[in-house]
């Protein structure tokens, strides 16, 4: 049971930190109703303020040195991560501002963006250009609404009665948030450790009268903690009863919004079935929440050696909250730290012993009216969405100042301008590498030069080949013994050759041309090998 439960919820208390993060506390203690200020939480749209988090591993040092040396580099670099966000300006879900650093161990990336709907404008530490970019433009819209209006109508009618919808929508979406967010909010416990005291705090350079919530939870407790939310689920079986009803009554009074379909339409069956089979899937919740509970239960007394891998004294969760008359949450500080008992680190679950996540929040203005800062495109120094797009490995590398800390982080430490292609001989007939008697490896020119992101021209007679990474103009004649690199007349160790109407060239020929290594892999399956081509930008 216990081996069942571990393969399924080894990082448990993991996720249960991030649960905690919201649960510091539920009903009213030292006179500050905690169910309310955790509901007033979400009801925050708009604030200045500031947000940290960091992530830190407890890195096992035999694990690593038993690693693959580019894994045990990425995950010291990954070993201390810190997200600082600073002069945050939130108008709303879509217009905000801020400005940042990203570090990772000895990395250190600063940034600035504004968002204004679906347009990001940002700044980043090493590139001296603003990029400008339309995220509808790229597949990437913000636009949080249930359905998306279209911009041109036949009439204002039209557009009248689309705005609507969208309003009726996105109300429907509130109220179902709240719905959902205030039925969990209402059941989950207090944990045991939790206190409430007058404070003064300052944020946002001001000083203010708070209440103080303090609260922190062992491996233990937080075992005890999830078995009571457990009970305070299963016991109100009226309560899910009223929450599913409220929801099928919300979905059936947007139809509108999502195209005029039915709920029949949308989830194969009507309102009215929708409603007798709320009773069955309420036994369903419940019954699939006393088998969770039983499993956890079970696997304390099975097998607690390793159960005290996971909820043991060193995993824990802290949170200081400190909220203002208004009951906003204003500042807080919250831990969660998972260290693994013997048990886990002798089965070599993970390459590191236990990790720590800490975020801090300050929010001043909360609920008022907040003007983002404005980061102004600037004349030949822009990049643009459509530029963006079409822009190659190796001209977005151009961007970089070689000596910032982004260049080292994505050039040397995650290696993301390393192109590569692999050409398999048994399985990809189209562009399958060759192997001459002379054992000669050749490839398919066009494929792999399209592949690097070359320009690739030609007829029957000649290839031409520009390569803008390296600067290179090539000249392949075919049947020819050599080429032409920018004029210049380099031998060739194998003639360029045309079979079934598709040109090949000697692999080691094209790698000397344009750069890089080619060899044979033959580990990573049994049965076969491919061909690896692949060249740092």
């Not at 940034?111 to 990029?131: H, Q, R, S, W, Y």
């Not at 607690?304 to 949170?319: D, G, H, L, R």
């Not at 050749?442 to 600067?471: H, M, W």
Request: hydrophobic share 40%.
């Amino acid at each position: 049971m216990m081996k069942r439960f571990l393969g399924r919820k080894t990082l448990l208390a993991a996720a249960l930190a991030v649960v905690m993060i919201i649960a510091a506390g539920c009903q009213a203690v030292g006179g500050l109703d905690l169910n309310q200020m955790l509901k007033q939480s979400l009801k925050v749209t708009s604030y200045e303020g500031s947000q940290t988090l960091e992530l830190q591993l407890l890195t096992d040092e035999q694990a690593i040195a038993a690693m693959d040396e580019e894994e045990a580099k990425l995950l010291k670099l990954f070993s201390n991560v810190k997200l600082s966000l600073t002069d945050l300006k939130v108008a709303d879900e879509e217009h905000m501002s801020l400005k940042g650093k990203l570090e990772l161990t000895d990395r250190s990336i600063g940034f600035a963006a504004t968002v204004n709907k679906n347009k990001v404008t940002f700044e980043l530490d090493g590139i001296n250009k603003v990029f400008d970019l339309n995220l509808d433009r790229l597949g990437m819209p913000l636009d949080s609404s249930l359905l998306a209006v279209p911009e041109d109508f036949e009439s204002a009618e039209d557009a009248a009665e689309a705005a609507a919808t969208e309003e009726s929508a996105m109300a429907a979406l509130e109220q179902l948030t709240d719905l959902i967010s205030g039925f969990v909010i209402d059941h989950l416990p207090n944990p045991s450790g939790i206190s409430v005291q007058p404070a003064e705090v300052t944020v946002g350079g001001q000083s203010i009268n708070a209440m103080h919530v303090s609260a922190s939870l062992s491996g233990e407790q937080i075992y005890e903690w999830l078995l009571a939310f457990m009970d305070a689920l299963s016991q109100d079986k009226e309560g899910l009863k009223t929450l599913l009803h409220s929801i099928v009554d919300l979905l059936e009074s947007q139809e509108s919004a999502v195209g005029g379909e039915s709920l029949e339409e949308l989830f194969g069956s009507t309102t009215e079935e929708a409603r007798a089979e709320i009773d069955e899937a309420v036994n369903d919740m419940v019954d699939s929440i006393a088998e969770m509970k039983e499993e956890l239960t079970q696997a304390k007394t099975e097998d607690p050696e390793t159960f005290q891998a996971i909820f043991n004294a060193n995993t824990s969760v802290k949170a200081d909250l400190y909220v203002d008359g208004k009951l906003d949450i204003r500042k807080s500080v919250v831990q969660a730290s998972f260290v693994a008992g013997e048990e886990l680190v002798e089965e070599e679950v993970m390459p590191f012993n236990g990790f720590t996540v800490t975020s801090t929040t300050e929010m001043s203005k909360v609920n008022e009216s907040i003007t983002p800062d404005v980061i102004y495109p600037r004349p030949f120094e822009t990049i643009k969405d459509y530029q963006f797009e079409r822009m190659q490995q190796h001209q977005f590398l151009k961007q970089i100042d070689p000596g910032s800390d982004l260049y080292k982080l994505l050039h040397d430490d995650l290696g993301v301008f390393k192109q590569q292609v692999m050409l398999f001989p048994d399985y990809d007939e189209a562009y399958a590498p060759i192997e001459t008697p002379e054992h000669i490896t050749l490839i398919p020119l066009r494929f792999v030069a399209n592949e690097f992101g070359a320009n690739v021209s030609g007829n029957k007679q000649q290839i031409l080949v520009y390569d803008e990474a390296t600067g290179k103009t090539v000249k392949f004649q075919i049947g020819g013994k050599q080429f032409d690199v920018n004029g210049e007349i380099v031998a060739a160790s194998y003639p360029v050759t045309t079979i079934d109407g598709v040109t090949y060239v000697a692999a080691r020929d094209f790698v000397k041309i344009f750069g890089g290594k080619v060899y044979w892999n033959y580990e990573d399956y049994e049965d076969f090998k491919y061909l690896v081509i692949e060249r740092d930008l």
